[in-house]
């Protein structure tokens, strides 16, 4: 059974940081593109940032200079490193595992429950 599982979330002030993390059992990690996706309640889920198994990675244009995504195959976890946080960045955060660097949700294959991001003014 695939399992991704986050972690690593909470309530900061706006200018704040937080690493997020997600850990990945049942597949080969290593094979696997990761990414990060955002979801506020009443919205539709949307594309933070995505890395390859070659360590090659995206950012949407609203993370880029803020958000890090990096990855530890060994540890078989995906990483989003999260400055300068903005009330804009409140959602619940989940992680994904994919063939390729893809933007879109409906591309990846599995999906871990999410972890929540709160950012105060």
């Known amino acids: 059974q695939v399992q991704l599982v986050e972690s690593g979330g909470g309530l900061v002030q706006a200018g704040g940081s937080l690493r997020l993390s997600c850990a990945a059992s049942?597949?080969?990690?290593?094979?696997?593109?990761m990414g990060w996706f955002r979801q506020a309640p009443g919205k539709e889920r949307e594309f933070v940032a995505a890395i390859s198994r070659d360590v090659a990675n995206i950012y949407a244009d609203s993370v880029k200079g803020r958000f890090t995504i990096s990855r530890d195959n060994a540890k078989n976890t995906v990483y989003l490193q999260m400055n300068s946080l903005k009330p804009e960045d409140t959602a619940n955060y989940f992680c994904?595992?994919?063939?390729?660097?893809?933007?879109?949700?409906?591309?990846?294959?599995?999906w871990g429950q999410g972890t929540q991001v709160t950012v105060s003014s």
């Open positions: 994904a595992a994919g063939q390729f660097l893809f933007i879109r949700p409906k591309d990846y294959d599995y």
């Open positions: 049942g597949l080969t990690f290593s094979t696997y593109a």
